[in-house]
Protein backbone atom coordinates (compact mmCIF):
# COMPACT_ATOMS: atom_id res chain seq x y z
CA UNK A 1 0.00 0.00 0.00
CA UNK A 2 2.63 2.55 0.53
CA UNK A 3 3.78 1.44 -3.05
CA UNK A 4 0.33 2.72 -4.43
CA UNK A 5 0.64 5.50 -1.92
CA UNK A 6 4.07 6.63 -3.23
CA UNK A 7 2.75 5.89 -6.68
CA UNK A 8 0.16 8.60 -6.72
CA UNK A 9 1.97 10.95 -4.84
CA UNK A 10 4.31 10.82 -7.80
CA UNK A 11 1.81 10.92 -9.62
CA UNK A 12 0.38 14.06 -8.33
CA UNK A 13 3.82 15.52 -8.02
CA UNK A 14 4.55 14.96 -11.89
CA UNK A 15 0.72 16.46 -12.92
CA UNK A 16 1.21 19.56 -10.29
CA UNK A 17 5.08 19.95 -12.55
CA UNK A 18 3.19 19.00 -15.84
CA UNK A 19 0.19 22.00 -14.70
CA UNK A 20 3.00 24.67 -13.75
CA UNK A 21 4.93 23.89 -16.92
CA UNK A 22 1.30 24.51 -18.65
CA UNK A 23 0.82 27.86 -16.91
CA UNK A 24 4.25 29.03 -17.38
CA UNK A 25 4.04 28.16 -20.63
CA UNK A 26 0.57 29.60 -21.33
CA UNK A 27 1.69 32.92 -19.79
CA UNK A 28 4.25 33.33 -21.76
CA UNK A 29 2.10 32.89 -24.66
CA UNK A 30 -0.82 35.40 -23.41
CA UNK A 31 1.50 37.99 -21.78
CA UNK A 32 3.04 39.98 -24.92
CA UNK A 33 6.71 39.93 -25.19
CA UNK A 34 8.68 43.68 -25.03
CA UNK A 35 9.52 42.52 -28.72
CA UNK A 36 5.84 41.50 -29.74
CA UNK A 37 4.67 45.17 -27.78
CA UNK A 38 7.16 47.44 -29.95
CA UNK A 39 6.22 45.40 -32.91
CA UNK A 40 2.44 46.21 -32.49
CA UNK A 41 3.23 49.86 -31.16
CA UNK A 42 5.69 50.91 -34.33
CA UNK A 43 2.16 51.13 -36.95
CA UNK A 44 0.21 53.07 -34.29
CA UNK A 45 2.85 55.15 -33.44
CA UNK A 46 4.01 55.94 -37.35
CA UNK A 47 0.00 56.31 -37.67
CA UNK A 48 -0.02 58.78 -34.96
CA UNK A 49 3.17 60.88 -36.40
CA UNK A 50 1.77 60.80 -39.62
CA UNK A 51 -1.56 62.20 -38.68
CA UNK A 52 0.24 64.79 -36.44
CA UNK A 53 1.97 65.92 -39.87
CA UNK A 54 -0.87 66.21 -41.82
CA UNK A 55 -2.35 67.99 -38.72
CA UNK A 56 0.13 70.26 -38.96
CA UNK A 57 0.20 71.15 -42.50
CA UNK A 58 -3.56 71.40 -42.47
CA UNK A 59 -2.75 74.37 -39.70
CA UNK A 60 -0.41 75.70 -41.69
CA UNK A 61 -2.00 75.72 -45.01
CA UNK A 62 -5.28 77.65 -43.18
CA UNK A 63 -2.76 80.01 -41.68
CA UNK A 64 -1.45 81.05 -45.21
CA UNK A 65 -5.20 81.22 -46.26
CA UNK A 66 -5.83 83.63 -43.63
CA UNK A 67 -3.22 85.51 -44.32
CA UNK A 68 -3.85 85.77 -47.95
CA UNK A 69 -7.48 86.69 -47.48
CA UNK A 70 -6.78 89.59 -44.99
CA UNK A 71 -3.90 90.83 -47.54
CA UNK A 72 -6.62 90.75 -50.88
CA UNK A 73 -9.31 92.59 -48.36
CA UNK A 74 -6.77 95.29 -47.61
CA UNK A 75 -5.25 95.39 -51.19
CA UNK A 76 -9.32 95.58 -52.65
CA UNK A 77 -9.65 98.09 -50.08
CA UNK A 78 -6.98 100.11 -50.87
CA UNK A 79 -7.60 100.06 -54.75
CA UNK A 80 -11.34 101.30 -53.85
CA UNK A 81 -9.85 104.12 -52.19
CA UNK A 82 -7.08 104.73 -55.06
CA UNK A 83 -9.93 104.37 -58.09
CA UNK A 84 -12.22 106.62 -55.53
CA UNK A 85 -9.39 109.46 -55.70
CA UNK A 86 -9.18 108.96 -59.23
CA UNK A 87 -12.85 109.76 -60.43
CA UNK A 88 -12.60 112.29 -58.04
CA UNK A 89 -9.88 113.87 -59.65
CA UNK A 90 -10.81 113.34 -62.86
CA UNK A 91 -14.53 114.81 -61.99
CA UNK A 92 -12.94 118.20 -60.22
CA UNK A 93 -10.59 118.12 -63.38
CA UNK A 94 -13.41 118.62 -65.57
CA UNK A 95 -15.05 121.51 -63.30
CA UNK A 96 -12.06 123.57 -62.73
CA UNK A 97 -12.37 125.54 -66.25
CA UNK A 98 -16.23 126.12 -64.96
CA UNK A 99 -14.71 127.78 -61.69
CA UNK A 100 -11.93 129.66 -63.83
CA UNK A 101 -15.05 131.37 -66.20
CA UNK A 102 -16.79 131.96 -63.07
CA UNK A 103 -13.87 134.14 -61.53
CA UNK A 104 -13.50 136.47 -64.57
CA UNK A 105 -17.26 136.86 -65.01
CA UNK A 106 -16.91 137.95 -61.52
CA UNK A 107 -13.61 140.23 -62.30
CA UNK A 108 -15.41 141.92 -64.97
CA UNK A 109 -17.41 145.13 -64.11
CA UNK A 110 -20.69 144.60 -64.96
CA UNK A 111 -21.71 147.59 -67.90
CA UNK A 112 -23.62 145.52 -70.38
CA UNK A 113 -26.28 143.38 -69.02
CA UNK A 114 -26.63 141.68 -72.14
CA UNK A 115 -23.07 140.29 -72.44
CA UNK A 116 -23.07 139.32 -68.62
CA UNK A 117 -25.90 136.97 -69.13
CA UNK A 118 -24.68 135.23 -72.42
CA UNK A 119 -21.09 134.84 -70.55
CA UNK A 120 -23.72 133.12 -67.71
CA UNK A 121 -25.44 131.10 -70.10
CA UNK A 122 -21.88 129.97 -71.85
CA UNK A 123 -20.61 128.76 -68.54
CA UNK A 124 -24.01 126.70 -68.08
CA UNK A 125 -23.56 124.85 -71.45
CA UNK A 126 -20.23 124.62 -70.39
CA UNK A 127 -21.23 122.96 -66.79
CA UNK A 128 -24.11 120.96 -68.35
CA UNK A 129 -21.71 119.00 -71.20
CA UNK A 130 -19.45 118.00 -68.02
CA UNK A 131 -22.31 116.44 -66.50
CA UNK A 132 -23.44 114.92 -69.17
CA UNK A 133 -19.91 113.45 -69.88
CA UNK A 134 -20.06 112.01 -66.28
CA UNK A 135 -22.90 110.53 -67.33
CA UNK A 136 -25.85 112.70 -65.41
CA UNK A 137 -29.48 113.01 -66.59
CA UNK A 138 -32.11 114.73 -65.42
CA UNK A 139 -35.41 112.70 -64.73
CA UNK A 140 -38.54 113.83 -66.68
CA UNK A 141 -41.07 114.00 -64.23
CA UNK A 142 -43.80 116.76 -65.26
CA UNK A 143 -47.06 114.84 -66.64
CA UNK A 144 -45.52 111.06 -65.62
CA UNK A 145 -47.16 109.01 -62.84
CA UNK A 146 -46.16 109.49 -59.78
CA UNK A 147 -42.95 106.81 -58.78
CA UNK A 148 -41.79 107.08 -55.23
CA UNK A 149 -38.05 105.91 -56.79
CA UNK A 150 -37.45 108.62 -58.71
CA UNK A 151 -39.76 111.37 -57.24
CA UNK A 152 -40.20 112.99 -54.16
CA UNK A 153 -44.28 114.02 -53.72
CA UNK A 154 -43.92 117.08 -51.59
CA UNK A 155 -47.68 118.37 -52.27
CA UNK A 156 -50.91 117.27 -53.10
CA UNK A 157 -53.30 119.22 -54.81
CA UNK A 158 -56.71 118.49 -56.47
CA UNK A 159 -56.50 118.73 -60.34
CA UNK A 160 -59.38 118.06 -62.10
CA UNK A 161 -57.31 118.11 -65.38
CA UNK A 162 -54.83 114.80 -64.61
CA UNK A 163 -55.86 111.52 -62.58
CA UNK A 164 -54.82 111.03 -59.43
CA UNK A 165 -51.37 110.41 -59.02
CA UNK A 166 -49.80 112.38 -61.96
CA UNK A 167 -47.17 114.84 -61.34
CA UNK A 168 -48.86 118.39 -62.18
CA UNK A 169 -45.25 120.49 -61.37
CA UNK A 170 -41.78 119.97 -61.19
CA UNK A 171 -40.42 122.17 -57.88
CA UNK A 172 -37.21 121.07 -58.12
CA UNK A 173 -35.25 118.66 -60.61
CA UNK A 174 -33.96 114.99 -60.22
CA UNK A 175 -30.99 113.72 -61.19
CA UNK A 176 -29.60 110.19 -62.09
CA UNK A 177 -25.97 108.38 -63.52
CA UNK A 178 -25.80 105.41 -64.46
CA UNK A 179 -29.01 104.11 -63.42
CA UNK A 180 -28.76 105.35 -59.73
CA UNK A 181 -30.80 108.16 -58.55
CA UNK A 182 -28.62 111.13 -57.30
CA UNK A 183 -31.40 113.33 -56.17
CA UNK A 184 -34.81 112.51 -56.62
CA UNK A 185 -37.47 114.73 -58.17
CA UNK A 186 -39.61 116.90 -55.71
CA UNK A 187 -43.27 117.08 -56.94
CA UNK A 188 -46.38 118.23 -56.79
CA UNK A 189 -48.84 115.20 -57.38
CA UNK A 190 -52.79 115.25 -58.34
CA UNK A 191 -54.94 113.49 -56.07
CA UNK A 192 -57.98 113.95 -53.81
Do not use: C, W
Amino acid sequence: MVGEVNGLQEKEEMTAETAEEQLVENAAETTPSPETETAEAAPVEDKAAALEAELKEKSDRILRLQADFENFRRRTAKEKEELAAVITQNILGDLLPLLDNFERAMAVEQTDGEAFQKGVEMIFTQLREVLDKHGLQSIEAEGQTFDPNFHQAVMRVEDSDAPDGTITQVLQKGYQAKGRVIRPAMVQVAGS
